[in-house]
C-alpha cells in the first residue's frame, strides 16, 4: 500500500517537473539583426516574437515540451541550420491568406521543442526571416547549444 502512494504521488508530481525544465528566457538574437523579442509565458510554454523596430515579425518561437506541428514530407521546402541543428523548412498555410509561410520544429532536449514559424509577404521577406532565425542561439542552462 505504501508503495502504492509513493507511486502516485511521484506520478503526480511529473508534469510539474516537466514545467521547470522550461526556459524562462528566449533563445539569444544577434545584436546586429535590430531585433528584439515580445514574450508571453504560460503554463506549459514560452512564445516568443522577434521584431523588428518597425513592427514586423521576423519569427517566433513557441518553446514547450511538445509540439502540435508535425512534419509532412509533401510540404519540404528549404534546408537549413540553427544552432548546429539541422533544419528542414516545411511550407505552411493561414486561412484567407496569401502570405508565405514557413515553419520548423528542432528538439532541443528529452521534454523541450522549438517550434519556429514565419510568415512574410513576400520572396525577399522569406530569405531575410529564414537568414535572421538560422542566426539566433540556444543559450539558455535549460536549452543547451550544439
Not at 546586429?32 to 515579425?57: H, I, N, P, S, Y
Not at 541550420?81 to 528542432?106: C, F, M, S
Amino acid at each position: 500500500m505504501r508503495t502504492r502512494r509513493l507511486l502516485f504521488c511521484m506520478a503526480a508530481l511529473l508534469p510539474l517537473q516537466a514545467l521547470a525544465e522550461l526556459p524562462t528566457t528566449c533563445p539569444e538574437l544577434p545584436a546586429t539583426t535590430g531585433l528584439a523579442w515580445e514574450t508571453v509565458a504560460g503554463d506549459d510554454f514560452l512564445f516568443c516574437k522577434a521584431v523588428r523596430e518597425d513592427g514586423f515579425q521576423a519569427f517566433s518561437v513557441m518553446l514547450r515540451a511538445d509540439s502540435p506541428f508535425r512534419e509532412r514530407m509533401s510540404l519540404r521546402e528549404e534546408a537549413g541550420r540553427i544552432d548546429g541543428h539541422k533544419v528542414r523548412w516545411y511550407r505552411g498555410q493561414l486561412p484567407n491568406e496569401e502570405a508565405i509561410v514557413r515553419e520548423t520544429l528542432i528538439e532541443l532536449g528529452k521534454d523541450l521543442k522549438a517550434h519556429i514559424m514565419l510568415r512574410v509577404e513576400d520572396e525577399a521577406q522569406l530569405a531575410d526571416s529564414l537568414r535572421l532565425a538560422e542566426q539566433m542561439r540556444f543559450n539558455d542552462s535549460r536549452i543547451g547549444s550544439n
